[in-house]
């Protein structure tokens, strides 16, 4: 395993982190799909053992239970100093007001909670899931602040927006003397690629390090196109940020896995490599409900391709709609 510092920080995170979502209780939240306690900790476990030191969840993935096992799970198999935890806030988390959102409420009651759920005095990186329309900037950018000076996040971090956003968040903080994000975690994959026109640039000069999330666009890169997960099947997430973009889309998976027979390789690799040898990008976010998973995903950060390759990987692209906000 390779590390990395995130951004301009002095945060360290591995080159590749394990994404939490698929961890959580299946009745609880959006996502019936999701592994048990018991089915979810040899993946944890596994990814510690191959050095993975990065661990992605977020308060409301399964109703806080996703939390709750991964923060059992590291406080019996690792170190709290030698991992980094992430955690998110801003989707609803009851339907009562100030209930969700990033009002200075919702923000310092929902710390607090993620805190309980994970066993732990303080996250590494606290980051807001999505910008909100409804509450000021500066109120956003004061309270995360007020966070990491009590000592309940080391950093902080945001989420899927346009760049303009994310440049107005960062600017307010800098007018406020404020804690400034470190991170970015956006959606980028070889067939959705629109957050190199403003965001990564942006990113770049900032010193801003990037956590794409769905890398692998929710195994799509993974497999022969048109075969479809169970997960594929019932989550409408897919749906939302892949619709109607096929064609183009099944273009690009041919060149991963013309890549990848060429290499003698798993097509997962080839796509999570592309994604690494990106300027703007720090660490990708894998989730794993296999063993392979994780295999494919540790082995992606030893495979560099070449220029040719890089190539044939992108020449089939053809601009997207921004998805994912």
């Known amino acids: 395993m390779k590390y990395l510092k995130l951004g301009a920080s002095g945060l360290e995170v591995s080159a590749i982190t394990l994404g939490c979502m698929s961890y959580g209780t299946a009745d609880r939240g959006n996502h019936d799909w999701t592994l048990d306690e018991e089915t979810s900790r040899p993946f944890i476990q596994q990814a510690l053992e191959a050095g993975i030191t990065t661990f992605d969840t977020a308060n409301a993935y399964s109703d806080g239970t996703s939390e709750e096992f991964v923060g059992r799970a ?57 910008w909100d329309d409804s509450v000021p900037i500066e109120e956003t ?40 994000f ?15 026109r403003e965001m990564h640039p942006f990113c770049l000069d900032q010193g801003v390090g990037v956590l794409p999330w769905s890398p ?30 096929e064609d183009g889309d099944r273009r690009v998976s041919d060149a991963v896995a013309t890549v990848a027979s060429n290499r003698g390789v798993s097509r997962a690799q ?8 990106q300027p703007a990008v720090t660490s990708p976010i894998v989730g794993a ?34 998805t994912g906000f």
């Not at 970015?184 to 957050?195: A, C, F, S």
């Open 182 to 196: 470190v991170s970015m975690q956006d959606h980028y994959n070889l067939i959705q690629r629109e957050e190199e």
């Open 289 to 322: 409900t296999k063993p392979h998973h994780l295999e494919d995903a540790v082995a992606s950060v030893d495979l560099d391709l070449t220029p040719e390759e890089l190539e044939t990987l992108e020449a089939p692209y053809q601009p997207h709609v921004p």
């Open 216 to 245: 692998l666009a929710r195994g799509r890169l993974t497999r022969p196109w048109g075969e479809q997960t169970a997960r594929d099947a019932s989550d409408n997430v897919s749906a939302k940020v892949y619709a109607g973009t």
């Open 74 to 130: 590291l406080a019996d198999f690792a170190s709290r100093e030698e991992i980094v935890i992430a955690t998110k806030v801003f989707m609803p988390m009851r339907s009562t007001p100030n209930g969700g959102g990033l009002s200075r409420v919702h923000i310092m009651n929902q710390i607090d909670a993620s805190l309980r759920r994970l066993g732990t005095d303080y996250v590494d990186l606290y980051q807001i899931h999505r």
């Open 141 to 180: 950018m004061e309270a995360l602040h007020d966070v990491v000076k009590a000592g309940k996040a080391r950093y902080i971090g945001a989420s899927s927006m346009f760049a303009w956003q994310f440049a107005k968040a960062q600017y307010t903080a800098d007018l406020g003397g404020w804690t400034r």
């Open 270 to 277: 080839v796509a999570l490599a592309w994604v690494r040898q």
